[in-house]
């Protein structure tokens, strides 16, 4: 008795101590861009849209060329790219093949593909950069260009907590701080709206960032006290990139058994991709569901500036780098339309493909539905794109009924804000003895901070320097 008594004081410490003093080393360090480029040169062109899974590994048919080839794709969490001005430089190199700093590794990589495949692979082999066999490996044509690589799936894997480290886990939440305790048989209630933010969100920010919403669905995939995620979702102001490491986290959490429910009330391809992935879909009768595709649009003001008698003076190196053609030009290159155009077409086809596999469709059955154009939520639940049409206080009956909760009862919601205070530790997470610092920087770059010290506002060199020195374990020395 008197070792148990011991071993329970050990870890209230040991959780107070981690909860007062926590190390919270707040999207990889650039430098991480660079570090991969040299070893992940086959995996940069992931496609789901040829995906064909075997076992642990995905096998992609899609033909690699050095134009595009991109390591800034292997830093993305899903298999969208992203859509962004400060990636003119990257996008440009996906179409041109202009020789940039960032692609030496890839370009030196094509060089030495001329020598054939078989000699290739021999030295990748003798390099360690890549270990694979031949099988896995597809012919070439006459410029060196592989043809089928083998790449991670980057599935989430779930593993039930079994044994020794669920009694652990046991233990913790009986000693769990008041604001990291949840009643048992809980529902956790996410609701997704406007700007999902990379910056981790304090408690006294409005809403929560990427990395909190993906935590909380791992926690809520192990936490006995949780029973199932509502999921609400309204209009949503990010890229795809992050929404499809929702949906990704999403699919995790379906691993664990529990429940999950989507809700929309109104919304595009994006909300309802993301919400789709749920399995249930609940909309209110009122609901505004618009699919007309997608889109992709840019604002050129050369002939404001010239009515002005304003010359913008702007240097070009490429006919791909557009990011000067918004002053200088009234309209949109052809060289700016093709790769939008590009980059508009794979988007398009991975949410072909998503929106079809979790609707029991084909892809030709989600491009006739937006011909069609059908927006009456009547006519999407017979055509099976939604389960029902109900209110928001009828999935709570139905929520009753899953839980085994009686009529006159309530259900014990947990908000996403609150559980974020529930530490990965009291659930006996992430124990390994190996860990990995992953410092957030997202925003304008400069040298010192000016004006208003507000915190996530851009990046400050000196600040983020000083952040990867304490990382590295120098202590700011």
């Not at 199932?228 to 979702?233: E, N």
Request: charge should be positive; aromatic fraction near 10%; hydrophobic fraction near 40%.
């Amino acid at each position: 008795m008197s070792q148990l008594s011991f071993f329970l004081v050990v870890l209230l410490g040991w959780e107070w101590g981690v909860s007062v003093c926590t190390l919270a080393v707040p999207v990889a360090v650039s430098t991480l861009a660079s570090a991969m480029s040299g070893i992940s040169v086959l995996r940069a062109t992931w496609s789901p849209r040829y995906v064909q899974k075997v076992s642990s590994l995905t096998t992609c048919k899609r033909k690699a060329t050095t134009s595009q080839i991109c390591p800034f794709q292997t830093l993305v969490g899903g298999p969208f790219p992203i859509i962004n001005m400060g990636l003119g430089a990257a996008a440009s190199s996906l179409l041109s093949g202009k020789s940039h700093n960032c692609f030496r590794e890839q370009q030196k990589f094509h060089s030495r593909s001329s020598l054939g495949d078989e000699a290739l692979i021999s030295e990748l082999k003798d390099q360690e950069q890549l270990q694979v066999s031949e099988d896995d490996w597809g012919s070439s044509e006459g410029n060196g260009a592989v043809v089928q690589e083998s790449f991670p799936s980057g599935e989430l894997e779930y593993h039930k907590i079994e044994g020794w480290n669920r009694f652990v886990m046991q233990l913790k939440l009986l000693i769990a701080l008041p604001w990291q305790r949840v009643k048992k048989g809980s529902v956790l209630k996410m609701k997704l709206s406007s700007k999902i933010t990379e910056q981790v969100q304090t408690r006294f920010s409005r809403g929560v960032s990427l990395s909190q919403i993906c935590q909380n669905l791992i926690k809520a995939a192990y936490d006995p006290r949780i029973s199932g995620v509502y999921l609400q979702v309204d209009p949503l102001d990010c890229g795809w990139g992050k929404i499809d490491e929702i949906r990704r986290h999403i699919l995790f959490y379906k691993k664990s058994g529990k429940f999950i429910v989507g809700y929309m009330a109104v919304g595009g391809e994006k909300e309802y991709y993301l919400v789709r992935a749920c399995g249930e879909l609940f909309v209110p009768p009122s609901a505004y569901i618009t699919l007309y595709g997608l889109k992709v649009q840019a604002t050129f003001i050369g002939g404001v500036l010239e009515k002005l008698g304003v010359e913008p003076q702007i240097q070009r190196i490429g006919k791909y780098k557009s990011i000067g053609d918004a002053l200088s030009r009234k309209d949109m290159s052809e060289a700016n339309r093709e790769m939008l155009t590009s980059l508009l077409d794979d988007i398009f086809d991975n949410w072909l493909e998503g929106t079809a596999l979790f609707n029991g469709k084909t892809k030709n059955d989600v491009k006739k539905l937006l011909e069609e154009g059908i927006f009456e939520v009547d006519r999407l639940k017979q055509d099976g794109w939604l389960t029902d049409i109900k209110y928001d206080d009828e999935v709570h009956t139905l929520l009753k009924e899953k839980l085994g909760v009686k009529a006159d009862k309530d259900i014990s919601y947990v908000d996403s804000k609150k559980y974020s205070r529930v530490k990965p530790w009291t659930l006996n997470l992430y124990q390994g003895k190996d860990q990995i610092a992953v410092l957030r920087a997202v925003g304008g770059i400069s040298r010192a901070r000016i004006g208003i010290n507000i915190v996530g506002d851009g990046i400050v060199s000196d600040e983020f320097i000083q952040k990867i020195r304490q990382a590295r374990g120098f202590g700011g020395n």
